[in-house]
DNA sequence: CCTACATCCTCTAGCGACTAGAGGTGCAAG
DNA sequence: CTTGCACCTCTAGTCGCTAGAGGATGTAGG
């Protein structure tokens, strides 16, 4: 058995070693055994989880989403219905969230354009986020 | 002059009580005058400099950034290079983050139709989050 | 074997922007 | 006068880490 080290998990991971230790404190990684001098010892299937984990929050899922994928993951019998709901849930959320952002890259191209440079009375910036009224897209 | 109470400024600008008192614990917000029984007593000006917040929050300003936009509102006759310059860094971000939410959407939908609504073992979902090689989109 | 240095350990506190709750006071209507 | 809501202060919690203190371990070179 080679003994992965806490630093090596972090580099094949791409997960940083703070938050290994993170992910291990919330019981999102078991504890893995020790070396004589109390050193964490990681399994491959560590760095499995860990990249699982990171790949998973890099898509945007909560941290209890995640839990429950992973227990999906530990037993692969079970109905996928919930990592499809979770993943579909997520999804809506994107959708949302492009879609308003669209509407405020907008209402910032206007902001932005309008302004002439000159001085503050006149900034069309400082002019629509004192008035609301004039948002020409209804973001929010 | 009639006072206005913490909880009609709160409904007449859309920011929360509690957030309300947040904001004048930052000194985003002047402390109001106090009427007898120690009881925020605001003025019409606040509910616009509320208002302002309110929006610029929505617009998805740091409040930091929106210290600085006050600032500039407070004094009309400065440049409002800065202004712009907050305005324009906002807008390079939020574009950011549409190009990389609609790589993530293209993703999550790739995982969500290959979803066969079987078992996890054959669940695309699961499959995706744990080979980071299996995504299409260049998203992270 | 000793030293230097990177890496590891635990623990606490901090980030941003609030939000929730405890425990108490003020105020207007009935 | 009492009911009941809105207000007050203060502390602690949220999420997902990140930073730092202060110390132990592991490894490579001399």
Known sequence: MKKITIGEAARRSGVKVPTVRY???????AAPS??????RS???ADI????????ARELGFEIEAIRTLLTLQDDPHQSCASADAIAKARLVEVEQRI???TALKAELETMV???GHGRVDQCRVIEVLADHGQ???PHH
Chains 1, 2 share one sequence.
Request: proline residues 3%; contains cysteine; glycine residues 10%.
């Open 113 to 115: 354009e309008g302004c």
């Open 42 to 44: 990681f399994e491959p």
């Open 34 to 39: 020790r070396s004589e001098g109390n050193q």
């Open 135 to 137: 948002c020409t897209h």
């Open 23 to 29: 992910y291990e404190s919330i019981g999102l990684l």
């Open 48 to 55: 499995n989880r860990l990249a699982f984990i990171r790949h």
């Open 99 to 101: 879609r308003s952002l």
